[in-house]
């Protein structure tokens, strides 16, 4: 359940939303990425998630979100860090980014 906007709360949100929630072309390339990686691996395929984090504080609301990083202008588009994102050894480059005022969007 979402925190009220009471100054005096502080919460944090994680929301894990499923690869290409709004739109055909990323889950289409995604779930195709998934099956190449898995056969080449020799593995299952494994379900895909986008990631994001609604924090409130008594400044206000703010939203991180984990996207990948399509050019080397971040600044525009509000990142404040950027690295490697993945677990034993399957990195992948990713940034995060946080808006104030807004939820969490995929």
Do not use: C, K
């Not at 990948?68 to 690295?83: H, K, L, M, Y």
């Not at 994102?85 to 480059?93: F, R």
């Amino acid at each position: 359940m979402p925190a009220s906007r009471d100054t005096r709360e502080a919460a944090v949100d994680l929301y894990w939303l499923p690869l290409g929630a709004g739109g055909r072309s990323v889950r289409f390339n995604g779930l195709l990425y998934e099956a190449i990686s898995a056969l080449v691996e020799r593995r299952p395929r494994y379900d895909l998630y986008h990631s994001a984090l609604e924090i409130l504080v008594p400044s206000g609301l703010f939203a991180v979100e984990m996207t990948p990083i399509p050019n080397d202008r971040g600044w525009q588009r509000g990142v404040v860090a950027e690295g490697a994102v993945g677990t034993s050894g399957q990195a992948d480059s990713g940034s995060s980014a946080t808006r104030s005022g807004g939820g969490a969007t995929a």
